[in-house]
């Protein structure tokens, strides 16, 4: 079985940042690629970032480029989320998730996209 664990959300101010973790455990996964995604209140779930597992190949949301970082710690199996700037419409549930197959040289921007998903943790930025 695999588990992917997200931490580090929390309430924060407009302006300040928080780093998410994603610790993937449980048997071994082969992952082509791992993202984040965030579902707002009343929202349907959307696409933050992505990033080739192996090759470090990034992609990014427009609403979060140039102040979010994802990133990953092959030798922990840990995907990262650095947010800095945070501001109110950032506010939602965020996951991570994994994909174990190929995906033929496009980012994996879609939901479908992804084989296995975290259970989500809150994010609230305050104005």
């Known amino acids: 079985q695999v588990q992917l664990v997200e931490s580090g959300g929390g309430l924060v101010q407009a302006g300040d940042s928080l780093r998410l973790s994603c610790a993937v455990s449980?048997?071994?996964?082969?992952?082509?690629?791992m993202g984040w995604f965030r579902q707002a209140p009343g929202k349907e779930r959307e696409f933050v970032a992505t990033?080739?597992?192996?090759?470090?190949?990034?992609d990014y949301a427009d609403s979060v480029k140039d102040r979010f970082t994802i990133s990953r710690d092959i030798a922990k199996n840990t995907l990262y989320l650095q947010m800095n700037s945070l501001k109110p419409e950032d506010t939602a549930v965020y996951y991570c998730?994994?994909?174990?197959?190929?995906?033929?040289?496009?980012?994996?921007?879609?939901?479908?996209?992804?084989?296995?998903w975290g259970q989500g943790i809150q994010v609230t930025v305050s104005s």
């Open positions: 998730a994994a994909r174990t197959s190929y995906s033929g040289g496009y980012y994996p921007t879609q939901q479908n996209d992804y084989d296995y």
């Open positions: 449980g048997r071994t996964l082969s992952k082509n690629a």
């Open positions: 990033i080739s597992w192996i090759g470090g190949s990034k």
